[in-house]
């Protein structure tokens, strides 16, 4: 279930739990209420799609690096939903858990996910993000013999996702199979060889690719 948004006088945007006291995580202050948890799921997906998927169809032009208007993004969130405005829209963004979103001034990009053709480049978080050791990536068993063989490449997206915990690894691979298998990445050593890592978001890190030798099976549930 998805938390909803609240205000806090002091904090701004805060998230939590829809039941309990309704009270800011940060100072204990009473909150106002912004957006429900079902609305903010619903405004997030498409703010992500427009960002990462299905910018034309949302009235966005995206730059070679994935920076769009922010403005026009307003505007195809006052026009998709009619509960919508700017205010809920900055609430979204500013709240996101899992920071899938950059904004910069008047502009935003999506920091990860895209199918559409960008290059994001090295992250500028970069330098003062260390990578860990090892990073971890959830997929289908159906998928073992091919990522043995071949590695894991973006398929469909433009670049690879890695998890920073098995955990996290674990819930992404949940999305495309009931059982996923957690791969765990020498990171260290593919960074040591010259492969590119960036961290983006909060939570994810992404490859061009990751080649097989620096892979192994963390665990795999069994299928019932």
């Not at 990462?52 to 026009?72: C, I, K, M, V």
């Not at 960074?191 to 099976?217: F, N, Q």
Request: proline letters at 7%; aromatic letters at 6%; glycine letters at 8%.
């Amino acid at each position: 279930m998805t938390d909803p948004i609240r205000r806090c006088p002091d904090h701004g945007f805060v998230t939590a739990p829809a039941s309990g006291d309704p009270d800011c995580p940060e100072c204990g202050a009473d909150v106002e209420r912004v957006l429900p948890g079902e609305r903010r799921r619903r405004l997030s997906k498409f703010v992500s799609g427009a960002l990462r998927h299905f910018p034309d169809e949302a009235g966005l032009e995206l730059d070679d690096s994935g920076w769009a208007d922010y403005a026009a993004l307003e505007d195809a969130v006052v026009s998709k939903y009619e509960w919508a405005d700017p205010q809920l829209l900055a609430a979204v963004v500013a709240t996101d858990p899992k920071g899938r979103f950059e904004r910069e001034g008047g502009r935003i990009r999506a920091a990860y996910g895209h199918s559409v053709d960008v290059t994001l480049g090295a992250s500028e978080n970069d330098a003062e993000n260390e990578i860990p050791d090892r990073l971890y990536h959830g997929t289908d068993p159906d998928n073992l013999d091919s990522i043995h063989a071949e590695g894991l490449h973006s398929m469909n997206r433009q670049e690879v996702h890695l998890s920073g915990t098995p955990a996290e690894a674990r819930e992404v691979g949940r999305r495309h199979t009931s059982s996923p298998v957690v791969l765990e990445i020498d990171a260290s050593e593919m960074v040591a060889d010259g492969h590119r890592i960036s961290k983006r978001g909060a939570e994810t890190y992404t490859a061009d690719e990751v080649p097989p030798e620096y892979l192994d099976v963390r665990e795999q549930e069994e299928r019932d």
